[in-house]
């Protein structure tokens, strides 16, 4: 049974489609040499075209070309060899042209596919209608002059594209991973960074709901929502809002709507409602953007391996579960620390210290892969001092601390603190002799059926001997000497 | 430069305007062979201006001090025999072209108090070549006219006139001030753009020769966009080998234009003396319209009599959707015009009209801004590409758009060039033809199936009408063939040995 | 297809240009004089004609991926009518 909301007149089917704008990565912006960079001061990212002046005329950056290919390979969708751009056109401040340069009619990838993954462990695949490319528009900005508002175009121009999907998402829950899986697959493959809070990633939500089995109602486009949870949010409160409507006796009308996160609600953009005739026409500046075969080919053969592959892969030659493959697989960093401590060694184990003591520790400290003390070599190292028995499970532990406060090589602190299990089987001889002089009540009671003491003969004999003792002879010798 | 020696204290030397009479490729030797200075040559142009302008009002912006220091950098260069091909010969820039430094106004008010900080492709070229600026010419407003008379800064009057008349003629346009800055030898060349017979209409109302390139061949870069698919730059001069020295000057690719063709620029002037015998001449059976005025036929016939006895061999052939280009054309350039336009908003240059919000400073700004032509053609722009409306005007037009390239490529398989007369009349007078935009469109009908097609397309001075006023004829080639056209039109000119002046010029050129 | 007064403001709206009252019905006749004009297109037949959108017909050209331009706020700001430090200005808007 799918998510639904229950209204007055029973249960609603929720249905959302998606445009995420995501802007590309590159150095320079999509028809100007501009600097693409974030920031900066006031108008300093900006070419005379850019601002839009008279005679000025647009010429496209090839490495955004190939980031909208890559993107396109990487929602497995179709590439198109011949596209287009178009203008739209509207009046706006932070629009120097009076126009935006997209690609309405012929957009450079077709349709593709997403694969999500929901919390109960579904897999439900969300269809790619297109990817386009086009330019990012400026800031203006309200409250930064007493009487007026502010340009500053330094984004104007930067590339974007905009990805869009099917109405197939059905529930908040879905729109979230949807969007979570998106930004990982474009930060896969380094063709967004998936920067919510900086604007470099945001969506577009088209809201409707309907009654079991009913064709699409309207629906109600959210703008510029700039956070997964936001997302999931706005969806629920549209979705709960055109229920009231429909179930009071009115309509819903197609409009575009703002998300007020302080609210939790989402109210009309009347401001942006007289001007949606834009009166798209073909870009006369440019000319039809036709790509050649081998460079396509070239794209995807240098393709990075994408979550879904590598996940695969992890269960297959690590023998580890699709679940804990899920969660060292989200993101490259994540992906390539485990392969780094994995490869050779006993896999599983190395899955269980980095999804464990690893991203603990990374918890406790407030940091990242990037910036932690505990590299995968030393990780690795640590794995083989336990595999050669120069530490057992429970040093290790202690061990992994030190690295994690020194930055440390492990065998480095097990030399320092002298942390080597002991197997010399005269000194555990000793030992456990000494424990089972000390402990003569404890004996008769074990002899006498409480087996249950074995522990405490095997836990006080590693105290004695500061847990080094190797556990395995430990365990023999104690079974040994109370026989 | 020539001093007084008679022995008086030396005035300054009065300007020697009969310089202004000469033609570039005579200047230009007269400079090399260092018979009169680059100064000199600038001083008499600047005399002329200063003479007739006021009346002619061929120019927005005049920059003798600029142009004085251009000048006297080209005597350097002279002096060093390092002169290039177009060193120290002064020009009338096309006020459509941003020039660095220099006030750019598309004649209109809008932009009145616009200065470039940078210089369009073309013109920085012309100075790479040595050129001289005398400033900027006037134009139909953003180059939307056949008049002149769109200007925000003042209609342009013809310095040709009727016979026994004393009626104020238009120049043509949109290049009409170019035009006129060249006959009346103000200019000893300028450049134009031409979108639908912006170059070649007011070439042919001023007894000038003039060509617009083949789409592609000059870049657009930096040039005030009308029509992007459409705008091509291209000379204005008194001869055709003027205006093969000219483009030669002005043409190229540049990165900076997407549309702008990667090929090499061939010598034209060579092409101007090549001649046409054995090459093929189309005479297109649509171009005899119903209602075309009698002087204007025998004109073409004597075209066509003039390239027979040069040995062309002349050939009928049909362009079937010629009359679909003035329809198509008011389509087209308006839907890009009002796209290209929409930059004018007062925000970020040019003027602004002060209102209650945003979209209310926007109204009045281009309401005061633009005029009564302009407005038309964005309002019909918006029109045709508004919702419910785009395929039935628009995507018609670019597929009847379609069929005229194909009428041209299929006449090419049969011809080398096609000649036509330029325009369906002569020089008509200022008000005349003002109470109907459809009358005023219809002086294009000839020039803009060749503007559609993007194919070169030049008008020579071919004779003279009944009432003394100057014709052209046209000469249409293909795609990047502009030295048969320039051959064609060398070979008309000569045949014409058109030597004719206007009533209005510089003094004893 | 003719163009009445109620489409002449809204297009008037859409071009963002003021037009005042009395001057609708004369534009309404101007424009729909153009549109007369050019309606003739219809006679055409264009079944099965690609449109031709540009004035050039090759492909285009990819430009490399370098910063070569910008870091000039002063020469963007030059000829601004209004400006507020290194920010164009336009009267608040309000969203
Ligand atoms: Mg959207
Ligand atoms: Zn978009």
């Known amino acids: 049974m799918g998510y639904s909301l229950e209204g007055a007149t029973g249960a609603w089917e929720v249905v959302v489609g998606l445009e995420v704008h995501a802007q590309v990565i590159s150095e320079s912006k999509l028809f100007s040499g501009a600097s693409a960079t974030y920031g900066g001061a006031p108008n300093a990212h900006v070419s005379f075209v850019d601002a839009g002046f008279p005679g000025m005329l647009p010429v496209i950056n090839r490495e955004c070309v190939a980031q909208a290919v890559r993107t396109g390979l990487g929602l497995k969708a179709k590439i198109n060899h011949w596209s287009r751009f178009d203008r739209k056109n509207y009046f706006y401040a932070d629009l120097p042209n009076g126009y935006q340069i997209s690609q309405f009619a012929h957009p450079v990838v077709g349709t593709g596919v997403v694969e999500i993954e929901l919390a109960d462990g579904t897999l439900k695949e969300i269809g790619i209608t297109r990817l386009h490319l086009e330019q990012d528009a400026g800031k203006s900005m309200h409250d930064q002059h007493p009487s007026k508002s502010v340009i500053d175009l330094n984004r104007a121009g930067v590339a974007l594209m905009e990805i869009v999907s099917e109405p197939d998402i059905r529930s908040p829950e879905e729109a979230g991973a949807y969007v979570r899986k998106l930004r990982q697959i474009l930060r896969y493959l380094g063709t967004c960074d998936g920067n919510m809070e900086e604007g470099s990633m945001r969506a577009d939500v088209n809201v409707s709901v309907r009654k079991a089995g009913e064709e699409f109602r309207t629906r109600c486009e959210i703008k510029n929502v700039n956070s997964v949870r936001f997302v999931m949010h706005a969806v629920e409160a549209e979705a709960r809002r055109q229920i009231e409507v429909w179930e009071s006796g009115r309509t819903v009308v197609q409009e575009t709507r703002l998300y007020d996160p302080a609210r939790g609600e989402t109210r009309s953009m009347r401001s942006k409602e007289d001007a949606h005739d834009y009166r798209y026409f073909p870009e006369p500046d440019l000319l039809p953007l036709v790509l050649d075969e081998a460079w396509v080919k070239a794209l995807a053969e240098k393709l990075p391996e994408l979550p879904d592959e590598k996940r695969k892969r992890f269960c297959v030659q690590y023998g580890i579960s699709f679940y804990d493959a899920g969660v060292l697989v989200v993101d490259q960093v994540t992906a390539d620390f485990y392969e780094t401590v994995a490869k050779g060694r006993d896999a599983k184990l190395a899955a269980n210290w980095v999804m464990g003591d690893f991203f603990a520790a990374l918890n406790r400290m407030g940091t990242t892969i990037d910036t932690s003390p505990v590299t995968a070599a030393n990780l690795g190292a640590l794995l083989d001092l336990i595999a050669d028995a120069t530490i057992n499970g429970k040093i290790a532990k202690e061990v992994f601390e030190a690295m994690v406060e020194t930055g440390q090589a492990p065998d480095v602190i097990v030399e320092e603190k002298g942390l080597r299990q002991v197997t010399d089987t005269g000194a555990i001889e000793a030992a456990v002799a000494a424990v089972i002089a000390a402990n003569a009540d404890k004996v008769a009671e074990y002899k006498g059926g409480k087996e249950k003491l074995f522990g405490f003969f095997v836990g006080q004999v590693m105290k004695a001997m500061a847990r080094k003792g190797n556990p395995a002879i430990v365990n023999e010798e104690v079974k040994r000497q109370l026989q | 430069m020539s001093k007084a020696v008679t022995g008086k204290p030396a005035a300054a030397p009065a300007a020697r305007t009969e310089l202004c009479g000469l033609t570039i490729a005579q200047a230009a030797a007269g400079l090399e062979a260092r018979k009169f200075s680059a100064v000199e040559l600038t001083r008499a142009h600047l005399a002329a201006i200063e003479a007739l302008d006021s009346r002619l009002n061929a120019f927005i912006t005049v920059t003798p001090e600029l142009a004085l220091e251009q000048a006297a950098a080209a005597d350097l260069r002279l002096a060093t025999g390092d002169g290039r091909t177009l060193t120290g010969i002064p020009l009338a820039i096309k006020d459509l072209f941003c020039t660095e430094g220099v006030r750019t106004t598309a004649a209109s008010r809008i932009l009145e108090p616009f200065t470039p900080p940078y210089e369009s492709t073309v013109t920085a070229q012309l100075k790479d070549s040595g050129a001289v600026f005398l400033g900027k010419a006037n134009l139909d407003e953003f180059a939307m006219g056949s008049s002149n008379m769109t200007s925000g800064f003042g209609p342009v009057e013809n310095p040709w006139q009727r016979r026994g008349s004393n009626v104020k003629l238009v120049p043509g346009g949109s290049s009409g001030g170019s035009a006129a800055a060249v006959a009346a030898r103000m200019a000893m060349g300028a450049t134009g753009t031409d979108t639908g017979g912006s170059i070649r209409q007011p070439a042919s109302f001023c007894g000038l020769a003039g060509i617009k390139p083949t789409y592609g061949r000059c870049s657009r870069y930096g040039i005030v966009a009308f029509a992007s698919s459409l705008d ?165 037009a670019q597929k009847v758009r379609a069929l005229i390239l194909r009428d041209f490529e299929q006449a090419f398989a049969k011809v080398d060039a096609i000649l036509t007369p330029t325009a369906p009349s002569a020089a008509f007078g200022m008000g005349e033809k003002m109470d109907d935009p459809i009358k005023m469109y219809l002086n294009d009908v000839f020039t803009v199936p060749a503007s559609l097609a993007g194919v070169p397309a030049m008008s020579v001075p071919a004779g003279l009408s009944e009432e003394g006023l100057p014709l052209g004829l046209q000469v249409i080639g293909r795609h990047f063939d502009e030295e048969t056209v320039f051959a064609v039109s060398g070979a008309l000119e000569q045949a014409a040995d058109f030597r004719s002046k206007p009533a209005v010029m510089a003094k004893g050129a | 297809m003719s163009l009445d007064a109620a489409t002449v403001r809204r297009i008037a709206k859409l071009a963002r240009i003021r037009v005042e009252e009395e001057e609708v019905a004369v534009l309404a006749a101007e424009l729909n004089g153009i549109l007369g004009y050019v309606a003739q297109l219809d006679e055409v037949d264009v079944t099965g004609v690609e449109p031709l959108s540009g004035g050039a017909q090759m492909a285009m050209r990819l430009r490399d991926d370098v910063v070569t331009d910008g870091e000039m706020a002063e020469k963007i700001l030059a000829n601004a009518p209004e400006r507020s430090g290194d920010f164009f200005t336009v009267p608040k808007v309000v969203e």
């Open chain 2, 232 to 396: 091509q730059a291209g000379p204005l001069a008194r001869t055709v080998e003027d205006c093969a020295i000219l483009l030669g000057a002005m043409a190229g690719f540049d990165a900076k234009d997407s549309t702008s063709a990667e090929r090499p620029v061939p010598y034209f002037r060579g092409a101007v003396t090549a001649g046409v015998r054995g090459k093929r001449i189309g005479i297109p059976a649509e171009y005899r319209m119903p209602g075309m005025p009698e002087e204007i036929e025998a004109l073409w016939q004597r075209g066509v009599r003039w390239l027979k006895s040069e040995g062309a061999e002349i050939v009928d052939i049909s362009l079937p959707h010629t009359k679909y280009g003035l329809p198509v054309y008011y389509i087209v350039a308006p839907a890009e015009a009002s796209s290209n336009l929409a930059r004018y908003d007062g925000v970020r240059f040019g003027a602004r009209i002060d209102g209650e919000d945003l979209i209310d400073m926007y109204e009045r700004t281009r309401a005061a801004g633009f005029g009564a032509e302009v407005k038309r053609r964005i309002m019909i722009g918006t029109y045709v590409l508004s919702a419910g409306y785009y395929d039935a005007y628009y995507l018609k």
